[in-house]
């Protein structure tokens, strides 16, 4: 017998585990696939310290909470047979057990609902603090040099790890205070039996003994019932951050799937047509505006937008490759307007490297030229600094500029007709600026694809075929290119 409960015991833990972490990985992949599909605009909207919290530390909730979950499951299977065996020794003792188990779980349901928002509280505070962390490590640069920013982001963690830990402490009280009250009820089911019953049945003094031993086994039971309670509400409090998530992304917009995303390839011009987008506003103020916009970029054509910092620069070329969905006007591909279920094929048409732009550590969904990957990284004079090494990067501790230039490498890698650039030489020497305009800008032009870079060198404006500039959300005339 303790052989097969060691065998079957091991066999549903295991069993459980694994179809527990097969469901958390099912979910944890369709939230990033939600991240990735949903619209840029919605997804700025959100709290990144809220996604990061859901796909790690509301799964690991989950988890966690699994194994306690089964082992209360068995609980209650030996609590049902060891009730009918107290049945069949005493028909009043199972009576009374039932009833008063019945009003036990009346109460402890209506409890377990203040137990619910003490865990929810608790993981609100868990995110905040998880923000608040990341402004200390992410703003470590600009900590370091000043005193006054250092003291008041330190006095900021302090307050939210202070919110949390009361937070955790009244969760944790709110479960003393629960596990307490469940234990009182168990000893007066117990009491009940020993002292109640035998009023109303004169034969139970011979089955008191059996009975009494029935139910001190069965309290053991209990009390992992008990002890998965707030195993429960802390995973139940999970799953509905994670559902509330969940429908936030699905309110941004459903994914959008495309046949075909090489469809615009042979693309011979894009035009924006009246475009107009908005940022949301606060506090019933109207946000940032840009357009309405008229702009057509013909293949092959090498585009220098410029303007000052805030003019909208930025959200004109995001519009542009198909980040931003427009709010009024249309985007359309020789003369053919881009239908929604055309964007992905839209988009697939630019490289960009943006301003705030990420650097991979790999070349993702690329079958990298290695021969021109080689080549490009010594003309960017980055031979030395880094190198591809079994399809990733050997290091991106690179500076500012060396990491703009790799993402070029990576962009030019990608091989598509249109490169978008948001003030790609503001961190380079004048080196590699003239290097860009008199070397890079020529090639791009030479094979065809379209430059749109935002940019401050006017004293290369001669380099572009035009020079389009921006001022409040408006297109503005500015210097003259090459035509």
């Not at 608790?122 to 998880?130: C, G, N, R, V, Y």
């Not at 195993?231 to 959008?256: D, I, K, N, S």
């Not at 410029?306 to 070329?317: H, Q, W």
């Not at 190198?387 to 501790?397: K, S």
Request: proline share 4%; net charge neutral; hydrophobic share 50%.
């Amino acid at each position: 017998t303790v052989a097969v409960y060691i065998g079957t015991q091991r066999y549903v833990m295991r069993t459980c585990a694994d179809e527990v972490e097969a469901i958390i990985a099912r979910l944890r992949c369709r939230l990033i696939e939600l991240v990735l599909r949903t619209d840029l605009t919605a997804l700025e909207a959100m709290d990144p310290a809220r996604i990061y919290a859901a796909i790690t530390g509301e799964t690991l909730t989950i988890s966690q909470a699994a194994s306690m979950l089964v082992v209360a499951f068995q609980a209650a299977f030996v609590a049902v047979f060891v009730f009918a065996y107290v049945g069949l020794l005493s028909l009043p003792a199972l009576l009374l057990s039932l009833v008063l188990l019945a009003l036990v779980a009346r109460l402890h349901l209506r409890r377990l609902t203040g137990l619910n928002a003490c865990f929810v509280t608790s993981a609100d505070a868990d995110t905040t603090l998880f923000g608040a962390l990341d402004d200390a490590i992410l703003g470590l640069k600009e900590i370091r040099l000043d005193p006054a920013l250092r003291a008041a982001v330190a006095a900021e963690v302090g307050a939210r790890s202070l919110d949390t830990m009361r937070a955790r402490t009244g969760l944790q009280d709110g479960v003393a205070r629960e596990f307490v009250f469940m234990q009182v009820l168990c000893l007066l089911l117990l009491a009940v039996i020993v002292f109640v019953v035998p009023s109303y049945n004169p034969g139970h003094p011979e089955v008191a003994s059996k009975v009494t031993t029935a139910i001190l086994f069965v309290a053991g039971s209990l009390g992992i019932l008990l002890q998965a309670v707030p195993a429960y509400a802390r995973a139940e409090a999970a799953a509905h951050r994670l559902r509330t998530l969940q429908e936030h992304f699905a309110a941004a917009g459903p994914a959008v799937e495309t046949a075909d995303e090489t469809a615009y390839r042979t693309f011979r011009s894009i035009r924006l047509h009246q475009v107009a987008f908005a940022y949301p506003g606060i506090g019933g103020e109207p946000g940032f505006r840009v357009g309405p916009i008229d702009l057509e970029v013909r293949r092959g054509d090498v585009v220098f937008l410029v303007g000052g910092n805030g003019c909208g620069k930025s959200t004109l070329l995001k519009l542009l490759a198909g980040l931003y969905r427009p709010e009024a006007g249309e985007v359309l591909v020789d003369a053919e307007a881009v239908l929604r279920q055309d964007e992905p094929a839209y988009r697939a048409l630019f490289s960009i490297v943006l301003a705030d732009f990420h650097l991979f550590d790999r070349l993702y969904g690329i079958d990298p030229d290695l021969p021109r990957l080689e080549a490009g990284l010594g003309k960017m004079g980055l031979r030395g600094k880094t190198r591809l090494e079994a399809g990733r990067f050997a290091t991106l501790a690179l500076s500012a500029g060396q990491r703009k230039r790799l993402a070029m490498l990576v962009a030019e890698q990608e091989a598509r007709p249109i490169i978008i650039l948001d003030e790609w030489t503001a961190e380079q020497d004048p080196e590699f600026r003239r290097f860009f305009y008199h070397d890079l800008v020529p090639a791009f032009r030479a094979r065809g694809i379209t430059v749109i870079s935002a940019t401050h060198d006017d004293q290369y404006f001669q380099e572009g075929d035009r020079v389009l500039g921006m001022d409040s959300g408006q297109l503005v005339p500015a210097g003259h290119g090459r035509r």
